[in-house]
């Protein structure tokens, strides 16, 4: 942990332009965590470059709205296209479609800030959905720009105070650390007993 902490302020100062870029690839569905990136962030933030915090974290708010937008124009400008093009198929599907648009008309904003929450693949079928619905531009903006400050705002202070109080939480780890493997063990052995109980209920299905 100290030599991550260690290796992330070595390269603090040029954090901020790494970061957004890395969020600009996000909004293009490349697998890459804004979540993590806001975390990292705030963590950056509170250990390494605390006079710089303000500053950071407008970079980072500007590639969360840079990506989103990113995301609407493709599903605006490729429309019904997206269907049958495989980077997009996982996350545009007409079933999810329609569910967005449902959620769109009984809740209005508040998808937005909920779906802002929520992880990469649910939040880009939210801003396709709304490019792919040409919904207007302005409306798309004041709906994610609001929600995003919430959501980015809440993420990255995750982060801040982490990075702030890592040292004891360090120390816990250190203290409770086989407890913390235990179950993490605990944890890979029934999942790995669920998905081969799984595998072996859907052969006998195929059967």
Known sequence: MEEIITFACNHAHQSHWIIFCLLLL???NIPISEDALLIAGGVIASTCIPN???????????????????TYWI?????PKLYDIKWFERIVTPQRIKKL???????????????????????NALFLTSGLCKMPFWKFILRD????SISA???????????????????????????VLAVILVIILIGSLYFW???????????
Do not use: D
């Open 52 to 70: 710089e915090t303000i500053f950071l974290f407008s970079w980072l708010y500007c590639g969360c709205i840079l990506a989103a937008w990113e």
């Open 101 to 123: 648009n449902a959620y769109y008309e009984k809740f209005g904003i508040l998808t937005f800030m909920v779906i802002r929450f929520c992880p990469g693949g649910v939040r």
């Open 145 to 148: 720009g609001f929600s995003a």
């Open 75 to 79: 599903g605006r400008l490729f429309g």
């Open 153 to 179: 705002t809440l993420i990255f202070s995750l982060g801040y105070y982490f990075g702030a109080n890592y040292q004891i939480i360090v120390q816990h780890m250190h203290t409770y650390g086989h407890i």
């Open 197 to 207: 109980r799984r595998s072996k209920a859907n052969k006998n299905t195929s059967i």
């Open 26 to 28: 996000a909004g293009l």
